[in-house]
């Protein structure tokens, strides 16, 4: 992705992360965060209009094009809270891709439509996202 970021450096904020972390801001619509511990990437998310997956699901992408590609190879899993984790696909590496659609207020993952488009997609690990599956 290139050295085009804008580095924050740890604070006491340490969100959903195990440490603090190092966030990276890139002008196009990326954000990295990496430990400050380990040096190891944490999380990827992305707005760039550009972006896309290895699977070709991006950014902007209608939900029936997504949920076509994805729920044809990965399972959306069950929360160890309880509930099925619309639009959040178990992929390789015990990690967790997630596509954050353009819902209403009010409205959760469970009310996705077809027509919803990506506005987000992050790429992470379940111990991150608060669960385990």
């Known amino acids: 992705m290139g050295s085009d970021y804008v580095e ?3 604070g006491e904020e340490t969100l959903n992360f195990p440490g603090k972390v190092y966030r990276w801001d890139y002008s196009k619509g990326y954000r990295v965060f990496i430990s400050a511990e380990s ?3 944490l999380e990827i998310s992305a707005t760039a209009s550009d972006a896309e997956t290895n699977l070709g699901a991006g950014v902007g992408d209608r ?4 949920f076509s590609i994805y729920r044809n190879t990965y ?3 069950e929360s160890v ?4 984790l619309y639009g959040l696909f178990k992929v390789e590496g015990a990690a967790a891709l997630y596509f954050n659609f353009n819902l ?7 009310d996705i439509r077809a027509d919803n488009v990506v506005e987000r997609i992050i790429l992470t690990t379940p111990a991150l996202l608060d669960d385990s599956f």
């Open 63 to 66: 939900a029936d094009k997504v």
């Open 8 to 10: 924050t450096p740890p």
């Open 75 to 77: 399972i959306e899993p």
């Open 104 to 110: 209403k207020e009010g409205q959760t993952p469970k």
């Open 81 to 84: 809270h309880g509930g099925k």
């Open 39 to 41: 040096g190891e990437v």
